[in-house]
């Protein structure tokens, strides 16, 4: 790897400075609500998130979502612990949420009740907070704002 291609993972992983304190408390909200999310699936919602895993995936459902729930406890304590890393934090939080976004829909496909979806229209609604949640990761990280750029004055040089 060139010199060139250091530079974007080096400007990714540089500790950022401080947010506005408005972001930092809804970071830190998300990252308690991720958490606890996470510690429910492996105790009391274990099998309403067993509703969300697609057919598709070629693993045991109960693995899945044992591993998705380390995996969101893991993501919730770095949100609310790893500020000087906000920004790396909020971009693997936001592509964690848009991986199992397919969980979503196969609920919705499949008309799976769990956690008070029990219409197709409530599913489907759900549908759409997704998305506003992952923009509210990265806002609240400031992970888009200050994501590393390539062009003039950049602090990322192009390959």
Known sequence: MTSNGRALPAALTRPADPTARGRTLVRIA??????????SHLTVARREFR???PEIVPLDADLVVLASGIAEITLG???MLLARRRVPVGWAVALFLVAVFPGN???????????GLDTDAKR???LFFQP???????WSTGAWRDRP??????TCAPD
Not at 105 to 115: G, K, P, S, T, V
């Open 105 to 115: 829909i196969a609920q919705w496909l499949h008309a799976r009740d769990a956690f």
């Open 51 to 53: 509703a969300q895993v």
């Open 132 to 138: 506003v949640l992952v923009a509210v990761v990265l």
């Open 124 to 126: 489907f609604m759900r």
């Open 77 to 79: 304590a770095a949100l």
């Open 30 to 39: 998300l990252g308690a609500a991720l958490a606890f999310a996470g510690a």
């Open 149 to 154: 750029r390539r062009g003039p004055g950049s």
